[in-house]
Nanobody, 113 residues
Framework: VQLVESGGGLVQPGGSLRLSCAASGFTFSRYRMMWYRQAPGKERELVAQISSAAETTNYADSVKGRFTISRDNAKNTVYLQMNNLKPEDTAVYYC???????WGQGTQVTVSS
């Protein structure tokens, strides 16, 4: 099982980024997928999740209306579109397979002017 995140970087407040998580080693289309983030000195928190066939999505209150989770089961990839980014969105973002749990290595997102 392997999850590889990409797309992080430095962006100004109000900007946008799209994170990608490429999955391999398992039947991606069968699993709920999730994005977490962890800021320095804080616990890892759930940002968004999407069901296996993308029928349902859920978001943390702090990102509702700004972030969109999506997936392409043909490409074994889950995405996180992040718009109107704020400095408090600065964190390492992790992709996770719901269960049994599997994690990617994370990608850094820094929102700063």
């Amino acid at each position: 099982v392997q999850l590889v995140e990409s797309g992080g970087g430095l962006v100004q407040p109000g900007g946008s980024l799209r994170l990608s998580c490429a999955a391999s080693g398992f039947t991606f289309s069968r699993y709920r997928m999730m994005w977490y983030r962890q800021a320095p000195g804080k616990e890892r928190e759930l940002v968004a999740q999407i069901s296996s066939a993308a029928e349902t999505t859920n978001y943390a209150d702090s990102v509702k209306g700004r972030f969109t989770i999506s997936r392409d089961n043909a490409k074994n990839t889950v995405y996180l579109q992040m718009n109107n980014l704020k400095p408090e969105d600065t964190a390492v973002y992790y992709c996770r397979r719901f269960h049994p749990p599997a994690w990617g290595q994370g990608t850094q997102v820094t929102v700063s002017s």
